[in-house]
């Protein structure tokens, strides 16, 4: 599991990850993607495209950055996915507690909306 | 003192110090680890000499099955690199699905098919051979504990029921129940909890003996949508280190032969009519723990004389082909409905999904309910 981020924005970071949130890729990124994400001072947005599955180590991961985002005004925002991770995505209603966007360009507008 | 006095009194002693001692236990060496029904059951360090796997006792792994030959092949290590060698046995050593003719090198992280047999290829110090050890010998208490509490099988009667349970080789947090709630109420319910380990399987255990006690307060058992909600308020991620799990609640009322339901962040169970096509049952609602105060929904459905439920755990679906693909619930679905009914059945599907996976353990646990209805 890899991670890279890209200033979008004063207001957005962007962040992609690439490979398996299975449990292992999780340990992987897990402490730098929170650090990163939380101590953006921004909203942050993670390109998913290159993720080919998320298990529920990585949802997990996503919940608890975006409420601790939250607790600071800002928005995690989750966009890209592949069809098998939206699936698991809608199964568990994910987008009631972090925003899931299409695109880029959605996810900006989940961000700043 | 002279030089012969030297000689005299020369005393050999070697003196290892911390910091040999530390290397010694970081340096890597090459396993074979012997893999049975997905459960590393054995693991042999590689080192000089070649270990020899047949049927016979000799052996340094020995293998009890009748496809295996008495010396059926051997694995050493050559320039680095570990190898293996059938040694003209009669049914063969396959690797990747092909049967191997002289000498292959074998990966780290790669499979040997040997009669019933898995050989992986592992790369550990020994401090983390003596690590996972001892993990193992936790996560089996933890599997043994969690077993205890699954329900026996009913062969009779106006429900039946069968099932099958495997734990993933780091148990996950799988589990199910069912049990008469009244005179005219069955419930049936099937839990994941978030991650893998010890930790995993002790929240599976405290939400199980919550539903098994009906120690909910102020809570109709009878409602899916309280169950699930008084579930969320009891079990909020932020007060039990972060985990969250995905429920499936159904209530079955005999007299009414209607089937009350919720699912909370977890995938559809499937209702198979006698003679008509399947039907997912599942109502919206996030994963519980997730979020204070969610809201959960109920659903009902009729159930015609001779239908089946199908409940299981993404465990039996999220696994990958040979070829690495990411299988997905379409590619299990197929596999439901088709009998033989009765005992056995979840264990027929188990060794389906299980012929359709990479070789080695499944990634999570597989939990797959059946209850036929009379």
């Known amino acids: ?31 730098a993607f929170t650090d990163t994400a939380t101590r953006a001072g921004r909203h942050v947005l993670v390109d998913l495209s290159d993720v080919e599955f998320v298990g529920s180590m990585g949802l997990r991961m996503f919940i608890s950055v975006a409420k601790a985002l939250s607790k600071k005004k800002s928005k995690l925002v989750l966009y890209g996915a592949r069809p098998l991770v939206k699936d698991v995505f809608d199964t568990v209603s994910l987008g009631d507690i972090v925003p899931v966007a299409d695109d880029a360009d959605a996810a900006r507008r989940a961000a700043r909306g | 003192m002279a030089r012969g006095d030297q000689a005299a009194h020369t005393v050999l002693a070697t003196h290892a110090t911390v910091a040999d001692v530390i290397a010694q236990r970081e340096e890597l060496r090459s ?35 009748a496809r295996v030959s008495r010396l059926h092949l051997q ?34 992280g790669h499979f040997l098919q040997v009669g019933s047999r898995l050989l992986k290829h592992e790369r550990r110090s020994r401090r983390e051979v003596e690590r996972e050890d001892e993990l193992r010998r936790d996560l089996d208490k933890a599997g043994s504990y969690v077993r205890a509490l699954l329900p026996a099988p009913i062969a009779h009667g106006p429900i039946r029921t069968d099932w099958f349970y495997r734990p993933s080789t780091q148990l996950g947090g799988d589990a199910f129940a069912y049990d008469l709630l009244d005179d005219d109420h069955v419930y049936a319910c099937l839990i994941d ?8 399987a002790m929240h599976t255990v405290a939400v199980m003996n919550v539903l098994r006690r009906r120690a909910l307060p102020d809570t109709d058992f ?14 909020q991620m932020d007060d039990h280190d972060g985990l969250y799990f995905t429920l499936w609640y159904g209530v079955y009322c005999v007299s009414q032969r209607r089937l009350s339901y919720g699912s909370a962040g977890h995938h559809p169970a499937y209702l198979y009519p006698p003679g008509g096509a399947s039907v997912p049952l599942r109502t919206p609602g996030m994963m519980v723990g ?9 659903g009902s459905t009729d159930v015609p004389p001779g239908s089946a439920l199908y409940l299981f755990s993404d465990g039996v679906f999220e696994t990958t082909t040979p070829d690495g693909r990411q299988c997905g619930l379409d590619d299990f679905l197929p596999l439901l409905g088709r009998g033989p009914e009765g005992p056995g059945e979840s264990e027929a599907i188990y060794r389906a999904v299980r012929q359709g996976a990479r070789p080695g353990p499944l990634d999570d646990d597989f939990s797959l309910l059946v209850v036929r209805f009379a």
């Open chain 2, 222 to 235: 009878r409602d899916p949508a309280a169950v699930l909600a008084g579930l969320n308020a009891m079990f």
């Open chain 2, 31 to 65: 396993y074979v680890v012997v893999i049975e029904n997905d459960e590393p059951i054995a693991r042999h360090l590689l080192d000089a000499e070649p270990l020899t796997v047949g049927r016979d006792e000799s052996r340094h792994i020995v293998i009890p099955d």
């Open chain 1, 1 to 31: 599991m890899e991670m890279k981020q890209t200033d979008v924005a004063a207001d957005v970071l962007g962040i992609s990850l690439h490979g398996r949130l299975d449990t292992p890729g999780v340990d992987d990124v897990e402490t």
């Open chain 2, 75 to 108: 694995v050493f290590a050559a320039n680095g690199a570990v190898v293996a060698e059938d040694l003209g046995s009669s049914n063969g050593t396959f690797y990747e699905g092909r049967r191997i003719a002289g000498p292959v090198v074998l990966p780290e």
């Open chain 2, 193 to 200: 909890v978030s991650g893998h380990g010890a930790g995993a």
């Open chain 2, 290 to 298: 997730a979020m204070p105060g969610a809201r959960f929904k109920a």
